[in-house]
């Protein structure tokens, strides 16, 4: 008799088996598809956001960097004094650029303000003077633009350098009429009352020091200030 060939085909279970493996294969995959999908939606819109922010601090450096001494009548006694206000929490101060134009000046501020979770977030805003001339220092201005520069921050600080007042000042620079006098940092800088602007403004964030420095330019400020920003 001859003799029997065995069966090379697959059992069921076999089969069942193999597509068993073959299911959670699909499976595994469609999930790791689905993280690296989710990743990557995630990484590129915290790659978007970074590089948004690093072009707004880019722009915010460039409008501190032109900051400058803006002479505006003072209403309270009629005479001429500075476009600046240094307080402990912030300051105001005028620039020939703006974030929004940069070829159209502004009034801008930077100042901190709780963010309620402890910390502190560092704000800026703008009024942008395109159609507005800055002569008087009681003038409503349209702070329309605001960005947050940084956030969660422990402790924020502001500094103002410069003299005490403008007798000092004119003194000093004279060199020839009696005493001489050192700048010094404050806490608060008020541009109308002392006639002076500072000449460095510095912004501490949790030990890291941004200087701001604005140009001396008293003597010629004061003969023009009637002109546009």
């Known amino acids: 008799m001859g003799r029997k060939h065995a069966s090379t085909g697959f059992t069921l279970v076999e089969t069942l088996i193999a597509m068993v493996l073959l299911s959670l294969l699909m499976i595994s995959g469609a999930l ?27 722009l915010v450096q460039k409008v501190t960097w032109n900051t400058y001494a803006k002479v505006v009548r003072n ?31 502004a009034v801008y501020r930077i100042f901190q303000e709780p963010n309620g979770n402890g910390g502190y977030r560092l704000v800026y805003e703008e009024a942008v003077l395109s159609d507005t001339t800055l002569a008087d220092a009681a003038q409503q201005l349209p ?29 000093t620079v004279a060199g020839d009429q009696g005493d001489t006098y050192k ?21 501490n964030l949790n030990g890291f020091n941004w200087l701001i420095e604005v140009p001396d330019a008293v003597e010629s400020t004061m003969t023009r200030y009637t002109q546009d920003v």
């Open 32 to 58: 790791a598809y689905d993280y690296f999908s989710q990743n990557w939606q995630r990484n590129k819109h915290l790659a978007t956001a970074s590089l948004d922010r690093h072009h707004l601090l880019t």
């Open 75 to 105: 209403n309270d006694n009629d005479r001429l004094g500075f476009y600046f206000l240094g307080r402990t929490d912030g300051f105001t101060a005028v620039s020939h650029i703006s974030v929004q134009n940069p070829d159209v000046g």
């Open 143 to 171: 702070f329309n633009f605001r960005r947050i520069l940084y956030d969660d921050v422990a402790t924020i600080a502001f500094g103002y350098y410069g003299y005490q007042s403008l007798t000092e000042r004119n003194q």
């Open 183 to 203: 700048l010094n940092w404050y806490d608060e800088y008020d541009g109308l009352q002392r006639v002076l602007h500072p000449q460095s403004i510095r912004i």
